[in-house]
Every structure is written in C-alpha cells, then in structure tokens.
C-alpha cells in the first residue's frame, strides 16, 4: 500500500505564490517519477509538473518559468513551487507517483487525496 500526503494548498491571490508538499509512505519497490496533476471544475486531470529518480523535469508550457518541482529521493518527497500565480491555476491539484510496490509487479500510478488551490482576489 502507497500513502501520498499533499499539503500546502489555499487561497491567494493573483501573482502570489504557494508551495505544495507531498510526502509518500507506506511498501514502495521503486519509485519512477513523482509529479503533480491538476483538474479544474469541468475539466480533465492534467499533468502539471513531474521529476525522474534522476532529476529530468516536464512541466505543462502554461507553468513553464513560474513553477518548480523538486524532489528529495531519500525522503521521496516532492514539492512544487509555484509563482505569478494566476486564476487559470485554479485547480485541485493531486501529487502523483510512478512506481512499484515489488520487484514482480508492474509499474503503477498511486495518487494523493488532493489539495485545493484557488487564487482569486
């Protein structure tokens, strides 16, 4: 069983700035990538940001220059800094892992409960 605890959504406004955490426990074999997704109302989930083992970052060209992932291995932790916000990044944002639980099981996707992130002034 794969946990992922986000935290450090909330409220603020335009060109502000937040930093989500997400921490992920629990029987982990090996883990790929980490990232974080977003989906607003009437939309469907998109990929934010990720970051391999080896620290290769992708990031949707709507955030490119204002967030940062980063990533801690030996913690397996993620976190995204995100900058100029805007209210377009209105969203529930869900940390993702890549990974398996055991040498013999295919990689798989485990998420997070989600956090919400609203900048509105």
């Known amino acids: 069983q794969v946990h992922l605890v986000e935290s450090g959504g909330g409220l603020v406004q335009p060109g502000g700035s937040l930093r989500l955490s997400c921490a992920a426990s629990?029987?982990?074999?090996?883990?790929?990538?980490m990232g974080w997704y977003r989906q607003a109302p009437g939309k469907q989930r998109e990929l934010v940001a990720s970051?391999?083992?080896?620290?290769?970052?992708n990031y949707a060209d709507s955030v490119k220059g204002r967030f940062t992932i980063s990533r801690d291995n030996d913690k397996n932790t993620v976190a995204l800094q995100m900058n100029s916000l805007k209210s377009e990044d209105t969203a529930v944002y869900y940390c993702?892992?890549?990974?398996?639980?055991?040498?013999?099981?295919?990689?798989?996707?485990?998420w997070g409960q989600g956090t919400q992130v609203t900048v509105s002034s």
């Open positions: 970051i391999t083992t080896g620290g290769s970052t």
């Open positions: 993702n892992l890549h990974g398996q639980v055991a040498v013999f099981r295919p990689p798989d996707d485990y």
């Open positions: 629990g029987s982990i074999f090996a883990i790929f990538t």
